[in-house]
């Protein structure tokens, strides 16, 4: 069930408005038939998959609670009776226990993800092996269904698991809760991913009907159906004609998708957040900021901070932190540094923890090279801007009145939307050859550049007076961002005024409506990132 389908609006309204009128202990189990429903509705099949993560993290995130309650007591009624080394002997072996019961539900439940979304790909690449060596029989490629947001809630459940394994969180005792946290429908789709510590005490809290928790949740609602709806489909049109036929569309086409796919993906994503998060607000749930305006980013490093923040955090504490520190990585820099140097040595853990860190970060995102390219490269720019941060200080105070200029943060503004734009084509073409020939024909493809002034580009399917609807959108979306640096909700700040919220909300409806894309019954294309 698409989030831009009529059959979701229509689902929304039940329990929203179901969710003020029942007895408030009986909230959060409305919730938790409510993601429920709704996942069933977008698939039968898909149930038993989000069940078995809910029931195999609870059971393992009880025990390793019950181990750690149990570490505590017998230390603290046998601390007279033991040395230091005993306690940190006992405490090692209870440690151990615990460890083995998060690798097991890890191995199960990363196992079940990586089953149904990598054994097409893997096989297929076995396959393209026996081939280049001269074999004959290949393997068949099953055809496996992919349950939706199954990357989402098992990265999520996966790090409240860890989180329960290092005390930095309580483990659920009611599995019902569980449930909830794991399968709370706004988020279920794309993201974000939220942390047990931050999300679970709000699903579990009585709330309140108001103007001031229900107003900005349905202006956030209708902010995100404008960008995704006027902005994302409406530019989809034109980018599936580019990428469908490739040999027609060269050279300026390819700057056209750089720039134009940036947008659309960006519009449709943040418009299906803020559609999450505005639901969240809609029952007085607080659901964490994913975006930071992230093309004001001067700089790769900068623009990970600031784009799809809740799965760059994930992969921060939860695979470059533990990697980067573990005893095998530091054993490698002890010996690197006595062997190479303690310049090099100290670098090797930190850059192999960086690119396998990207190199899952593509993979998470699909089952194909593209995206494993995708991720590399954007470690390997990383990483060279790293190595060549001290020449970059350089320049800067050497040139301080040129790198403090508002003309010298625009350029880096700008060349870090290219680079990123370049890149994210690997996205488009599916296809790392294709990508990369395409990307060629910008330096030699100049007869192209006339389709700019003979109306070519209408040819994409998307009119000239369309063209001039998104523009002005993408200048709208443009100075909102700037109002709302850092998730700041500026539907709050409308609400307190009812006249302006009323015409911000019409008026925002109006537009969707009137310059929105469409299928048939008003239903729009999924989410981009729901496929991930």
Not at 314 to 319: E, G, Q
Request: with cysteine; charged share 15%; aromatic share 16%.
């Amino acid at each position: 069930m698409a989030f831009t389908s009529v059959e979701f609006i229509c689902f929304l309204t039940v329990p929203v408005l179901l969710y003020y009128l029942i007895p408030k202990r009986t909230q959060w189990p409305l919730l938790l038939l409510a993601s429920y429903i709704f996942y069933f509705l977008a698939g039968g099949w898909y149930l038993p998959f989000i069940a078995t993560t809910t029931v195999s993290s609870y059971f393992a995130a009880v025990i390793m609670s019950r181990s750690s309650e149990k570490e505590k007591n017998y230390i603290e009624s046998n601390r007279d009776n033991m040395s230091k080394d005993e306690r940190k002997t006992y405490k090692a072996v209870q440690k151990k226990k615990r460890f083995r019961i998060l690798v097991a539900a890890l191995i199960l439940n990363f196992g079940i993800l990586g089953v149904l979304k990598y054994t097409g790909f893997t096989l297929s690449n076995i396959n393209s092996l026996i081939g280049f060596f001269g074999g004959q029989d290949k393997i068949s490629v099953p055809s496996l269904i992919l349950p939706l947001g199954i990357s989402f809630y098992t990265f999520q459940t996966m790090g409240y698991l860890i989180d329960v394994y290092r005390n930095t969180t309580t483990a659920e005792k009611n599995i019902f809760r569980l449930a909830l946290f794991v399968s709370f429908f706004p988020q279920l789709v794309q993201g974000p991913i939220s942390r047990h510590s931050e999300l679970a005490s709000q699903l579990y809290e009585k709330h309140t009907a108001s103007w001031s928790v229900i107003a900005p949740g349905v202006l956030r609602v209708c902010w995100g159906y404008f960008k995704k709806l006027v902005i994302a489909d409406t530019l989809m049109v034109a980018i599936k004609a580019i990428v469908e036929s490739p040999a027609e569309h060269e050279g300026m086409y390819v700057v056209y998708l750089i720039i134009m796919y940036s947008a659309e993906i960006y519009a449709d994503f943040t418009g299906g957040i803020d559609i999450t998060i505005g639901v969240a607000q809609m029952l007085g749930i607080r659901v964490t900021e994913n975006f930071n305006r992230p093309f004001s980013s001067k700089s790769t490093k900068e623009y990970w901070r600031r784009w799809h923040i809740t799965m760059g955090s994930w992969f921060s504490d939860y695979v470059f932190y533990p990697v980067s520190i573990c005893k095998p990585m530091q054993k490698l820099s002890k010996f690197s540094r006595a062997k190479l140097g303690a310049a090099v040595g100290k670098r090797i853990p930190v850059y192999l923890a960086t690119i396998l860190t990207w190199f899952l970060t593509g993979l998470w995102h699909g089952a194909g090279w593209n995206f494993i390219v995708w991720g590399l490269l954007n470690c390997l720019i990383i990483l060279v801007s790293q190595e060549l941060q001290p020449l970059y200080d350089r320049f800067n105070n050497k040139h301080k009145a040129l790198a403090d200029s508002r003309g010298w943060e625009v350029f880096c503004q700008v060349r870090t939307f290219l680079l990123m734009g370049i890149i994210r084509i690997l996205d488009c073409y599916r296809d790392v050859p294709l990508t990369f020939k395409m990307f060629g024909t910008v330096f030699y493809s100049f007869s192209s550049w006339r389709d700019l002034f003979n109306g070519s580009l209408s040819d994409l399917g998307v009119s000239l007076s369309q063209y001039a609807v998104v523009i002005v959108a993408i200048i709208i979306v443009w100075a909102v961002s700037r109002k709302n640096e850092e998730g700041a909700l500026f539907g709050e700040k409308l609400c307190s005024r009812p006249l302006l919220f009323s015409f911000c909300a019409a008026g925002l409806i109006a537009a969707t409506l009137i310059f929105g894309s469409y299928g048939i019954g008003y239903d729009a294309s999924q989410f981009i990132y729901s496929q991930f």
